[in-house]
């Protein structure tokens, strides 16, 4: 019932930007939480962000003035807005929520930053 469907993701240059979608169903969307994880090889995966269901955000350190976290409750979308990209932004990028019935996690999308 509950899916969560990543789009956004490629290939850029360092410096440059790209937006992540994260298209939800399945449950009442504007009454949870949303956030980004990624995961890059040979590492844990790890929060990037965090949207409350009162659009408040938190952000990992790390992308911290260069990641925007939104959501657009009438869409049922979260979207992550990625600035500035580095090469250690290199990840697979997956949407999560946790509701009533359990954590879920959408297919991930792939983002690599270099030249």
């Known amino acids: 019932q509950v899916q969560l469907v990543e789009s956004g993701g490629g290939l850029v240059q360092p410096g440059g930007s790209l937006r992540l979608s994260c298209a939800a169903s399945?449950?009442?969307?504007?009454?949870?939480?949303m956030s980004w994880y990624r995961q890059a090889p040979g590492k844990e995966r790890e929060l990037v962000a965090r949207i409350s269901s009162v659009y408040s955000t938190k952000y990992a350190d790390s992308v911290k003035g260069r990641f925007t976290i939104s959501r657009d409750n009438a869409k049922n979308t979260v979207y992550l807005q990625m600035n500035s990209l580095k090469p250690e932004d290199t990840a697979v990028y997956y949407c999560n929520t946790r509701v009533v019935s359990g954590d879920y996690w959408g297919q991930g999308t792939q983002v690599t930053v270099s030249s």
């Open positions: 399945g449950f009442t969307f504007s009454a949870y939480a």
